[in-house]
């Protein structure tokens, strides 16, 4: 395939071919379709996407612009020549040895001087570039770390803390729609424990759950035991995925009533940077330790 602009419009790639083709994943290419319009693929008579050689141009250029710097939704709106004019202005693209780092970067700098705009932006364009399991686990969770760690060292305020949390949700909370649950997968609820007042590190585990096709309960945070209780009852799910991330007094006597309320109708996955203070309660309770996302990402796809 010659990228010389009379690319032919035949439909024949399948999603698996075109992800091989440009270097993009299908989650990726999904979002940039249904979102930005970047391709129109055509279907086949049974209703499968196929893709054409100019649509596998496109997917590249798009990738290129994306990777050096510019949003997916100002690139999707161009045509081919004007692609090629921005892609070839010399803009330096990501970093090949961690192209997450950059974006990390230019996130907590904008967080430093409040630039709400700067660091939505960057959030907006990881999530058109990045498939959701890599977005979660090299860019989400990595900036809570480093937020909680500048937090510490007094190098960010509660309000750039506060500001980067919620920019952090409201992108994740945007793409659980985009994923639909398996008909072959059961239901999970996740919560934490009453008195934890955050799901930082909830969230995210969500997100995952559902890319992998599980049915999602998000009941939040600061949940009582016969709460959560009655959430597995209603749903008949039989997982439950708890998060403790805050140091306090009476966390054991909620993560026992918990485990009363539950016993016998629901395995328990804990996890949370608090969590490890808890062993032996988890191991008396029979519940699962979650080391980390990549733990629990192993987890949900078994």
Known sequence: MADDGTESVTPKYLIGAVTKLTGLSI????????????????????????????????????????????????????????LEEMIADGQPSLDPEDPYRPVRDRFLEAIQTLDVVAADHELSRAASLFPVRE????????????????????????????????????????????YLPSGTLDTVVLATPSGEHLDSELLPGALLAAAHGWRVVYLGSDLPAAEVALALRLTNSRLLILTVSTPRVGIDQELNSISKQVAGSARVWIGGSEALKHRPFINRANWVLLRDLEDLDDRLRR
């Open 27 to 82: 989650d990726v290419v999904r979002v940039w379709e249904r979102r930005y319009g970047a391709v129109r693929p055509a279907r086949s008579g049974g209703g499968t996407r196929l893709y054409s050689d100019a649509d596998i141009h496109r997917l590249r250029r798009l990738h290129r612009a994306v990777e050096k710097g510019y949003g997916i939704g100002q690139a999707a709106r161009l045509s081919e020549s004007e």
């Open 135 to 178: 977005l979660v686990k090299r860019i989400a969770m990595p900036i809570l770390e480093d937020l909680a760690r500048r937090r510490v060292h007094n190098e960010f305020g509660i309000a750039q803390e506060r500001v980067a949390a919620g920019l952090l949700r409201s992108m994740l909370s945007s793409l659980f729609r985009l």
